[in-house]
């Protein structure tokens, strides 16, 4: 199993910053792809952002320009750096991770979650 743990969640200003990072840990695997989701009160969960291994990124229309993921390979780290917040990014970030693990069985593909970060914005 891969374990994802998030960190830098807050409370900001409308206008204000914020990093939120992701650390993913276990034994003999291979991520190909992570990403930060968002969660309001009463919305669906969204995609706001990924990186793939090659480094190429998506983003929602609504982040694009005030966002930017970043990862770091070799530690198995992804980040989401947010500026310009607004009141409608107000949400609960979890980072997500996809890839291959070596099992005794052989390789297994893996889809992990993060338990959340809260985002709040204040206007």
């Known amino acids: 199993q891969v374990q994802l743990v998030e960190s830098g969640g807050g409370l900001v200003q409308a206008g204000g910053s914020l990093r939120l990072s992701c650390a993913a840990s276990?034994?003999?695997?291979?991520?190909?792809?992570m990403g930060w989701y968002r969660q309001a009160p009463g919305k669906q969960r969204e995609l706001v952002a990924s990186i793939v291994s090659d480094r190429s990124t998506n983003y929602a229309d609504s982040v694009k320009g005030r966002f930017t993921i970043s990862r770091d390979n070799a530690k198995n780290l992804v980040y989401l750096q947010m500026n310009s917040l607004k009141p409608e990014d107000t949400a609960v970030y979890y980072c997500?991770?996809?890839?291959?693990?070596?099992?005794?069985?052989?390789?297994?593909?893996?889809?992990?979650w993060g338990q959340g970060t809260q985002v709040t914005v204040s206007s």
């Open positions: 276990g034994s003999r695997f291979r991520i190909n792809a």
């Open positions: 997500n991770a996809e890839g291959t693990t070596i099992q005794t069985m052989g390789v297994m593909s893996f889809d992990s």
